[in-house]
């Protein structure tokens, strides 16, 4: 029920419940307080998870903190922040995890004043657990409301005797982003980048990513172009991520020629990196030299390279559209990985216009029969993208009507949904003719496909025959054709059709479908005056004083 049944009543039962006998009944009532929510966050409610705070059981003290953690702003007091920190301190080692939770959550609803006073204070204990949970605390406070003593605090963190608390701090710092890209703390993670931990080195590196460009000084790349030279293959990863990030705006040479070199370094994991920080800077990196490595990438050994240089090419564009280029994303469409194929849809389609070949239609309709529902995805989504430069071409579009034609349904509704996407450019007396024909193929997903595709093309000048047969497909004895049929002829000129649709759809209002006696209502509704015969409008009264009916029913049986 939560806040619904936050009543005064029901409040003042469940304070009585946690003074029960019966533990479980204190457990439940405890629960249900927090499930509340802010509603439930009177005084007196506060007071009692307080006071439980403090109980003999540790798995009541874990409730009370978990339940004092839902409460938000109203529970985000002293006294509770105070309860809280001082749970960490518990011999129970569930109690200071659920404290620790509660006031994660409390910073990330309700960071107040007192809250945050609180937390620096707690940054000061002598118990590890404490700063460093407290460190992580911060991090969810968010930029916005991000002071100078926070950031203060999270960089004197950064100096702390346990490295758990060093690297909380930095996650922090990183999670507040580009507000906390002050000369001091990117100092500090200047400092961190040459730690002896390489785990502490590689966080940092991350945490500069995080910051993004306002932490792209001179000397913070300087410092990354040595990292990437690290015996640490994980930071060298790092360090071609942070480039990435931070040189999207303005790449230098140096860093694009340490990305370069980055591309045939012996792990994987810094190949792929360079290859997606050669993507980021996007339009600004397209040298030869840089299609070239990003040529070379999509044969390496590992898929996610080949991958990622598949994006990166998809990413710079059509600049980098060259015959090469096309080439080496059509072999991709054949490679053995799913992920590889599809990447290469994506980026034939990014590249645009260019990319509007013989070979690269028929590559992207094949990749439309994939069973990978991703690959089939992007390859639409790129042949729709290119699809009004071959729309006029007769090549392309007797290659498309030969698949109309084939004995295979599963290609036959590729190449209408081809024909589809590229709408009224398209469509020629031939094309218009091949896919009436299909409307009464023995398959109803070529029947459908071809109402679908009838609807794209015809939408401005619809031809009395495809009026006819979208019509009589509406009587088709599938569902789904119908419902295609008379959706088809919804998005034409309802100036030109107007007579027959009406008619085909008040037969749709009797279908056995309810689906598609809905579509048909909503379908009259929109033509509105115009399709304001009397038969229609009886129709739809009916319909709407079945539907009120309904709904009465229904909001009687709720209440």
């Not at 007196?44 to 839902?70: H, N, Q």
């Not at 960089?155 to 890209?181: P, Q």
């Not at 100092?187 to 460009?213: E, H, P, Q």
């Amino acid at each position: 029920m939560g806040h619904k049944a936050a009543t005064n009543g029901v409040i003042d039962a469940l304070l009585n419940a946690m003074r029960d006998e019966n533990r479980q009944v204190q457990f439940d009532a405890c629960e249900a307080l927090g499930e509340m929510g802010e509603k439930a966050a009177t005084d007196e409610v506060i007071d009692c998870l307080l006071y439980a705070m403090r109980d003999k059981d540790e798995f009541f003290r874990c409730s009370a903190c978990e339940a004092l953690g839902k409460m938000g702003e109203k529970a985000a007091t002293k006294d509770v922040i105070s309860a809280l920190l001082n749970a960490m301190h518990d011999k129970d080692s569930h109690v200071p995890s659920s404290a620790w939770e509660a006031l994660v959550k409390i910073g990330e609803t309700a960071a107040t004043n007192d809250v945050i006073s609180g937390l620096l204070h707690a940054m000061r204990d002598k118990d590890e657990f404490v700063r460093w949970s407290t460190c992580e605390a911060l991090g969810t406070i968010g930029e916005r409301l991000v002071t100078n003593e926070i950031i203060g605090g999270l960089l004197n963190a950064m100096r702390d005797g346990d490295e758990y608390v060093r690297r909380n701090a930095w996650k922090a710092l990183g999670k507040i982003g580009g507000k906390a890209a002050r000369n001091d703390a990117i100092s500090a993670l200047l400092n961190a980048m040459r730690d002896k931990d390489s785990f502490l080195r590689t966080t940092a590196s991350a945490v500069l990513v995080m910051m993004g460009t306002k932490a792209a000084t001179n000397d913070v790349i300087s410092a990354l172009l040595n990292a990437m030279r690290d015996k640490d293959s994980y930071l060298r990863s790092s360090a071609c991520n942070a480039l990435g990030k931070m040189g999207e705006k303005s790449p230098t040479n140096e860093v694009i020629g340490a990305l370069l070199n980055a591309m045939s370094d012996e792990d994987q994991d810094v190949r792929h990196s360079a290859c997606n920080a050669l993507g980021k800077m996007g339009e600004k990196s397209p040298t030869n030299e840089v299609i070239g490595a990003l040529l070379n990438a999509m044969s390496d050994q590992h898929f996610y390279v080949r991958r990622s240089a598949c994006i990166a090419l998809g990413k710079i564009g059509e600049i980098a559209a060259t015959n090469e280029v096309i080439g080496g994303l059509l072999n991709a469409m054949h490679d053995g990985d799913k992920y590889v194929r599809s990447s290469a849809c994506e980026a034939l389609g990014k590249i645009g216009e260019t990319a509007a070949r013989k070979d690269v239609i028929i590559a992207l309709l094949n990749a439309m029969l994939e069973k990978d529902w991703l690959i089939k995805l992007n390859a639409r989504e790129a042949l729709r993208k290119i699809s009004d430069k071959v729309a006029t071409n007769e090549e392309i579009i007797g290659i498309i009507l030969n698949a109309v034609r084939d004995q295979d349904w599963h290609v036959q509704k590729v190449a209408m949904e081809g024909l589809g996407l590229m709408g009224e450019k398209a469509a020629t007396n031939e094309v218009i003719g091949a896919l009436l024909n299909a409307m009464s193929d023995q398959h109803f997903y070529v029947r459908r496909d071809a109402c679908e595709a009838l609807g794209e093309m015809c939408k401005k000048a619809p031809t009395i025959e495809v009026i006819n047969g979208l019509v009589n497909a509406m009587r088709d004895e599938d569902k789904d054709v119908r419902r295609s049929a008379w959706e088809a002829l919804g998005k034409m000129d309802e100036k030109v059709v107007l007579n027959d649709i009406t008619g085909g759809l008040l037969n749709s209002m009797r279908d056995e479908d309810r689906w598609v006696r809905l579509f048909a209502h909503e379908a009259l509704e929109e033509m509105g005056e115009k399709a304001a015969t009397n038969d229609v409008i009886s129709a739809l009264q009916s319909r709407k004083i079945f539907m009120f009916h309904v709904l009465s029913y229904a909001s009687k049986c709720i209440e």
